[in-house]
């Protein structure tokens, strides 16, 4: 048991060294560090309750976008059937989650539903035997049901994910400088962490936008006072929609149709206003969408547009002239930073579906470096007191040699925490204050055994030997558990309470390791070099 | 050089009739038990809002806050069931005032009032404060949803369940399933005093006070094996010792250890409860607290208990005996 064979000895010196140069950039001032090569620049991860910064769960509400994909299918349904001749219907809606219909006249039926089998569509037109977007079924006579189908609805919301994933990356972090993540969690959630966040409202409101960018022609109602009063008690004519304006108390009445949306935009950027010098909004379209407003403005001289952002008019400038460049800018009241707050939103693009802060924790700098400093007074008085305990319980060779265990301990685990990439958080601090409690247990228990071997008059070495051997069992099966305990609390914790379970299972590992593999090394070396008579135990 | 190695001075072979103890400690674990049952029945525990859902934030006025102005913004916006705590600045910040703990419960989620409640709340509360006592530095803010404080707290009781059974399979595997019934109710023994002694004091009993639990199940489960493993090599050594008596000596070979384990683990945590700031008071409480239990039910309830299950000697038990005696 106490017999190291050479490559043995070298391996686990070469095991404690490479810790040891893990372990160091952690140690050292960040000047220090710099000076290291590439390798060596990894330290441990801090997590947000000790860097401070912003962490939210985001829910998106995927129940609006099926009921948008719904409407989408029954307008593609109506105008199929528009464009099919003479193919007319008793009636069309969305009902229960289904579009559901009722063909005039029985004879149009067969044909009807080949349409509806067209409009069917493969999921991933790329991948053979995918799966249809929707389901045609005949109920009946003349009427028919088109559902969505499971798998389409799956695409759908993984779709609206990560779309929403994209967007808000662009939204928060324009310059993709913060080391942010964001992360799909669940089946409608998103994890955003932003470390170091300063102004968390910001990041909020930004969250909270929709930029939905779209053009309209205004509506000749509009100039008539009479029409806009019926407007505002919701009677409109069919195809017109009624918005407020921004800074106004009255709306316009403007057509709901629009070819121009936030999807055309190419590029928007804050400026100043060529002649005025107030601050406007630039933007350039895509080639098709310039196309489409070259046409519309030069088709439409001397009426008005409306340039609408989430159901608000921003502005409805008269067309002076055809705008075929695809570029122009958008006037309203704004300030340099609205402009460049409104220029930001435009590029990042419209959220897909609305995103609702289910939980929020956010911690200021200051209140994260408090908790480091208490974290690590708390550390090294428990070191300290543990170390000057074992002193005075095991006299100066074991106690020194469950010392040193303890202190590798210590510095494996800022090791393997380092290589691993794994969050410290506080609880994780407290794991490791724990650990820095338990670890020397393993030598307690062999010393323990060693002295009542000894006292039942083994001689040293066969003492040593036994004790090494009879404790094997205790410590892996008092480590095992707290070992299942610590896995447990990671797969079913969540947050802060995965940091702990991270580092007091790496905790029980190394120290098993310090204790059985470390320890035993340098008791079998001071036992070759002294071959005491009498343990000093 | 003479070592002063106070382990010396525990005794070599101690010989306490722990075991004798039983019906005291059954008499004292069942009364605890019982106080600790009717303690959460009646009083409850002081739920944190990752299980009520609600939002907290602390603040940093500058100076000393005035917390009934503050409770009268609170009660004036309509949170009148807020709560307003001061709380000291860790000892070497440098900070001379107290910053203070705002929270306001779940607000209900209802149609009318949106999924945002707990946003618009937390918004209402800052603006309000600000009109009140003035521009103040938030230190942190939570804000935890109903549904996201439901999922919280049922993993919070499924993380427990789930390992305090894979333990007891564990040990099932490795003993004889008397060893393993006994383990688990010494786990749950201190489970539930621990649960008792925070519906007695009342301290926030939160998402880190289930990291605690589950640790103090590992902790006292560690003592608890340690001690098994003790009776499982005693009973292939004296086959013919009377089984009260094997567990007697098994717990005293093994008391020095439980000893200086409890008290390496005691330090450590003593300083992480008197210096490890606020955020890890309640932690380290029920950690110390845990230390405690674990210790006593490893001896006085573990331990007795395999009397009581009869436990039966051959069978599955083994283990590597030392060659002489």
């Given at each position: 048991?106490?017999?190291?064979?050479?490559?043995?000895?070298?391996?686990?010196?070469?095991?404690?060294?490479f810790g040891f140069l893990l372990a160091l950039p952690n140690g050292v001032s960040s000047d220090v560090r710099e000076k290291f090569p590439e390798s060596m620049q990894r330290t441990v991860n801090l997590?947000?309750?000790?860097?401070?910064?912003?962490?939210?769960?985001?829910?998106?509400?995927?129940?609006?976008?099926?009921?948008?994909?719904?409407?989408?299918?029954?307008?593609?349904?109506?105008?199929?059937?528009?464009?099919?001749?003479?193919?007319?219907?008793?009636?069309?809606?969305?009902?229960?989650?289904?579009?559901?219909?009722?063909?005039?006249?029985?004879?149009?039926?067969?044909?009807?539903?080949?349409?509806?089998?067209?409009?069917?569509?493969?999921?991933?037109?790329?991948?053979?035997?995918?799966?249809?977007?929707?389901?045609?079924?005949?109920?009946?006579?003349?009427?028919?049901?088109?559902?969505?189908?499971?798998?389409?609805?799956?695409?759908?919301?993984?779709?609206?994910?990560?779309?929403?994933?994209?967007?808000?990356?662009?939204?928060?972090?324009?310059?993709?400088?913060?080391?942010?993540?964001?992360?799909?969690?669940?089946?409608?959630?998103?994890?955003?962490?932003?470390?170091?966040?300063?102004?968390?409202?910001?990041?909020?409101?930004?969250?909270?936008?929709?930029?939905?960018?779209?053009?309209?022609?205004?509506?000749?109602?509009?100039?008539?006072?009479?029409?806009?009063?019926l407007a505002a008690q919701g009677k409109l004519p069919p195809g017109a929609v009624y918005y407020l304006q921004q800074d106004s108390p009255s709306g316009l009445i403007i057509q709901k149709r629009t070819?121009?949306?936030?999807?055309?935009?190419?590029?928007?950027?804050?400026?100043?206003?060529?002649?005025?010098?107030?601050?406007?909004?630039?933007?350039?379209?895509?080639?098709?969408?310039?196309?489409?407003?070259?046409?519309?403005?030069?088709?439409?001289?001397?009426?008005?547009?409306?340039?609408?952002?989430?159901?608000?008019?921003?502005?409805?400038?008269?067309?002076?002239?055809?705008?075929?460049?695809?570029?122009?800018?958008?006037?309203?009241?704004?300030?340099?930073?609205?402009?460049?707050?409104?220029?930001?939103?435009?590029?990042?693009?419209?959220?897909?579906?609305?995103?609702?802060?289910?939980?929020?924790?956010?911690?200021?700098?200051?209140?994260?470096?408090?908790?480091?400093?208490?974290?690590?007074?708390?550390?090294?008085?428990?070191?300290?007191?543990?170390?000057?305990?074992?002193?005075?319980?095991?006299?100066?060779?074991?106690?020194?040699?469950?010392?040193?265990?303890?202190?590798?301990?210590?510095?494996?685990?800022?090791?393997?925490?380092?290589?691993?990439?794994?969050?410290?958080?506080?609880?994780?601090?407290?794991?490791?204050?724990?650990?820095?409690?338990?670890?020397?247990?393993?030598?307690?228990?062999?010393?323990?055994?060693?002295?009542?071997?000894?006292?039942?008059?083994?001689?040293?070495?066969?003492?040593?030997?036994?004790?090494?051997?009879?404790?094997?069992?205790?410590?892996?099966?008092?480590?095992?558990?707290?070992?299942?305990?610590?896995?447990?609390?990671?797969?079913?914790?969540?947050?802060?309470?995965?940091?702990?379970?991270?580092?007091?299972?790496?905790?029980?590992?190394?120290?098993?390791?310090?204790?059985?593999?470390?320890?035993?090394?340098?008791?079998?070396?001071?036992?070759?070099?002294?071959?005491?008579?009498?343990?000093?135990? | 050089?003479?070592?002063?190695?106070?382990?010396?001075?525990?005794?070599?072979?101690?010989?306490?009739?722990?075991?004798?103890?039983?019906?005291?400690?059954?008499?004292?674990?069942?009364?605890?038990?019982?106080?600790?049952?009717?303690?959460?029945?009646?009083?409850?525990?002081?739920?944190?809002?990752?299980?009520?859902?609600?939002?907290?934030?602390?603040?940093?006025?500058?100076?000393?806050?005035?917390?009934?102005?503050?409770?009268?913004?609170?009660?004036?916006?309509?949170?009148?069931?807020?709560?307003?705590?001061?709380?000291?600045?860790?000892?070497?910040?440098?900070?001379?005032?107290?910053?203070?703990?705002?929270?306001?419960?779940?607000?209900?989620?209802?149609?009318?009032?949106?999924?945002?409640?707990?946003?618009?709340?937390?918004?209402?509360?800052?603006?309000?404060?600000?009109?009140?006592?003035?521009?103040?530095?938030?230190?942190?803010?939570?804000?935890?949803?109903?549904?996201?404080?439901?999922?919280?707290?049922?993993?919070?009781?499924?993380?427990?369940?789930?390992?305090?059974?894979?333990?007891?399979?564990?040990?099932?595997?490795?003993?004889?399933?008397?060893?393993?019934?006994?383990?688990?109710?010494?786990?749950?023994?201190?489970?539930?005093?621990?649960?008792?002694?925070?519906?007695?004091?009342?301290?926030?009993?939160?998402?880190?006070?289930?990291?605690?639990?589950?640790?103090?199940?590992?902790?006292?489960?560690?003592?608890?094996?340690?001690?098994?493993?003790?009776?499982?090599?005693?009973?292939?050594?004296?086959?013919?010792?009377?089984?009260?008596?094997?567990?007697?000596?098994?717990?005293?070979?093994?008391?020095?250890?439980?000893?200086?384990?409890?008290?390496?683990?005691?330090?450590?945590?003593?300083?992480?409860?008197?210096?490890?700031?606020?955020?890890?008071?309640?932690?380290?409480?029920?950690?110390?607290?845990?230390?405690?239990?674990?210790?006593?039910?490893?001896?006085?309830?573990?331990?007795?208990?395999?009397?009581?299950?009869?436990?039966?000697?051959?069978?599955?038990?083994?283990?590597?005996?030392?060659?002489?005696?």
């Amino acid at each position: 048991m106490l017999y190291f064979s050479k490559w043995k000895t070298l391996g686990i010196i070469a095991a404690v060294l490479f810790g040891f140069l893990l372990a160091l950039p952690n140690g050292v001032s960040s000047d220090v560090r710099e000076k290291f090569p590439e390798s060596m620049q990894r330290t441990v991860n801090l997590g947000l309750d000790l860097q401070g910064g912003a962490h939210m769960l985001l829910e998106v509400d995927l129940t609006s976008v099926l009921e948008q994909a719904l409407d989408n299918e029954l307008e593609a349904v109506r105008s199929a059937f528009r464009d099919a001749e003479r193919l007319q219907t008793e009636y069309l809606r969305v009902e229960n989650g289904a579009v559901v219909g009722r063909i005039r006249k029985a004879e149009d039926v067969e044909r009807a539903m080949g349409i509806l089998n067209d409009l069917s569509e493969a999921i991933d037109p790329t991948a053979l035997g995918s799966e249809k977007t929707t389901r045609v079924e005949k109920v009946g006579e003349r009427d028919f049901k088109v559902t969505i189908t499971e798998a389409n609805i799956e695409a759908i919301q993984k779709r609206t994910i990560e779309q929403s994933i994209e967007v808000l990356r662009r939204r928060i972090d324009p310059t993709g400088t913060t080391e942010m993540t964001l992360a799909r969690e669940g089946d409608d959630r998103i994890l955003l962490q932003v470390p170091g966040a300063k102004n968390v409202g910001d990041i909020k409101s930004r969250i909270n936008q929709t930029a939905n960018l779209s053009f309209h022609m205004v509506r000749e109602e509009s100039n008539s006072e009479r029409a806009m009063q019926l407007a505002a008690q919701g009677k409109l004519p069919p195809g017109a929609v009624y918005y407020l304006q921004q800074d106004s108390p009255s709306g316009l009445i403007i057509q709901k149709r629009t070819q121009i949306t936030g999807e055309c935009l190419k590029n928007s950027s804050e400026g100043l206003h060529p002649t005025g010098g107030y601050p406007i909004v630039n933007f350039s379209f895509n080639i098709k969408c310039a196309k489409i407003f070259g046409e519309l403005t030069s088709r439409n001289l001397g009426k008005r547009f409306a340039v609408v952002l989430d159901k608000e008019i921003i502005t409805a400038p008269r067309i002076n002239g055809a705008i075929t460049g695809g570029s122009g800018f958008i006037e309203g009241s704004f300030t340099l930073d609205s402009a460049r707050e409104l220029s930001l939103l435009l590029n990042a693009g419209a959220l897909p579906a609305k995103l609702i802060i289910v939980e929020e924790r956010t911690v200021s700098a200051e209140l994260g470096n408090d908790s480091i400093n208490a974290g690590k007074i708390a550390s090294i008085l428990g070191l300290i007191g543990v170390a000057i305990f074992m002193w005075m319980s095991y006299g100066l060779r074991f106690g020194t040699i469950a010392n040193l265990a303890l202190t590798i301990n210590i510095m494996l685990i800022a090791a393997a925490l380092s290589l691993l990439g794994a969050t410290l958080t506080l609880p994780g601090i407290a794991g490791i204050i724990l650990t820095i409690g338990m670890a020397v247990d393993a030598n307690v228990l062999i010393f323990e055994r060693i002295r009542e071997e000894a006292h039942n008059g083994r001689p040293p070495v066969n003492a040593i030997e036994t004790g090494y051997r009879l404790s094997l069992a205790p410590i892996l099966d008092a480590n095992i558990t707290t070992l299942i305990a610590a896995v447990t609390l990671y797969f079913v914790g969540s947050g802060p309470i995965r940091g702990f379970a991270v580092t007091l299972a790496i905790g029980i590992v190394m120290s098993v390791f310090t204790a059985v593999v470390v320890a035993r090394l340098m008791t079998a070396t001071w036992l070759r070099s002294r071959r005491p008579k009498k343990l000093p135990i | 050089m003479k070592d002063i190695s106070l382990v010396r001075f525990l005794p070599k072979e101690p010989k306490i009739p722990f075991i004798k103890g039983r019906t005291i400690a059954a008499i004292l674990s069942t009364l605890a038990m019982i106080a600790s049952v009717y303690l959460f029945a009646t009083k409850g525990l002081n739920y944190g809002i990752d299980f009520t859902g609600g939002t907290v934030i602390e603040i940093d006025t500058g100076a000393d806050p005035e917390p009934d102005k503050i409770r009268a913004t609170l009660a004036e916006l309509g949170f009148g069931g807020g709560t307003v705590q001061n709380i000291a600045p860790p000892p070497d910040s440098g900070v001379d005032h107290d910053y203070v703990r705002v929270g306001i419960p779940l607000q209900p989620e209802t149609e009318e009032t949106g999924a945002t409640a707990q946003q618009d709340a937390l918004n209402a509360v800052i603006a309000g404060l600000k009109d009140s006592i003035g521009e103040f530095n938030i230190r942190n803010q939570d804000v935890v949803g109903s549904k996201v404080s439901g999922e919280l707290r049922e993993k919070g009781i499924l993380s427990i369940v789930l390992a305090l059974t894979m333990v007891l399979l564990y040990i099932w595997f490795r003993f004889e399933w008397q060893f393993g019934a006994g383990a688990v109710a010494a786990l749950f023994h201190d489970v539930i005093l621990t649960i008792g002694v925070f519906s007695l004091t009342q301290i926030e009993f939160n998402l880190s006070i289930i990291a605690a639990i589950l640790t103090i199940v590992g902790y006292s489960l560690n003592d608890t094996v340690i001690v098994y493993d003790r009776i499982r090599e005693n009973l292939r050594k004296f086959k013919k010792m009377p089984l009260p008596e094997v567990l007697n000596l098994s717990i005293n070979d093994t008391l020095s250890r439980t000893i200086l384990t409890s008290m390496t683990t005691l330090l450590a945590l003593t300083a992480l409860y008197f210096l490890g700031g606020d955020g890890l008071r309640g932690f380290s409480f029920a950690m110390i607290w845990g230390v405690l239990v674990g210790t006593y039910s490893s001896i006085f309830v573990a331990s007795p208990l395999l009397l009581i299950l009869k436990l039966k000697r051959g069978g599955k038990i083994s283990g590597e005996v030392p060659a002489e005696v």
